[in-house]
């Protein structure tokens, strides 16, 4: 299979976030061994008028790379233990990214992002180049649902219902 080019990541939140549904994360160790996940659950944050996303506060040293082009990762640590991975989507100095919620049988960015080994050193990460993360194309999944985003109520009623929540069924 071939690497997502950048022009995928170009695009906006939203459609990234359904169309990522099916793409294959490929993540090689330290040892060198590739594994591969089904992506199966996504989330999309649209920049800074989304209350939900981290983005809506402004530019700060943590959301510096969702003003980056798309194509780049965003993580961050919540709770103190759980590393959150994200997809940084759209074009320059329009800040918004895709958070992976589930692969395969893993459901839950925090069991995701532990079960990737995510950490600090994978922020920036070009997924174009690295030679520890990418995701590569697969077929486009037609049967999903949609669903309100998890925990944001700190957003608003406007916000908390948006249907930007992407599971395959």
């Known amino acids: 299979m071939k690497r997502l080019p950048v022009e995928f990541y170009k695009q906006d939140a939203v459609t990234v976030a359904e169309k990522l549904l099916g ?3 490929v993540r090689v160790w330290e040892d060198g061994n590739e594994t591969r996940y089904r992506i199966t659950e996504t989330e999309a ?7 939900a996303c981290h983005a809506c506060k ?13 194509g780049k990762v965003y993580v961050y640590l ?18 918004q990214a895709v958070l992976i919620r589930g692969i395969d049988n893993i459901v839950g960015s925090g069991k995701v992002g532990r079960l990737l080994k995510m950490d600090k050193s994978f922020y920036a990460e070009n997924l174009s180049i690295s030679t520890r993360i990418w995701i590569e194309d697969a077929p486009n999944v037609s049967e999903f649902s949609t669903a309100s985003r998890v925990g944001i109520d700190y957003a608003g009623e406007e ?6 929540r992407f599971i395959v069924t």
């Not at 944050?45 to 209350?51: A, H, I, L, Q």
């Not at 402004?58 to 798309?70: A, P």
């Not at 994200?86 to 320059?92: I, L, P, S």
Request: no cysteine.
């Open 78 to 95: 919540i709770y103190g233990m759980y590393w959150m991975l994200n997809v940084v989507t759209g074009e320059v100095n329009d800040p």
């Open 23 to 25: 793409k294959i994360l």
């Open 58 to 70: 402004g530019r700060t040293l943590r959301t510096e790379v969702m003003y980056s082009e798309g």
């Open 159 to 164: 916000w908390k219902s948006k249907l930007w």
């Open 45 to 51: 944050y649209m920049g800074e008028e989304d209350k």
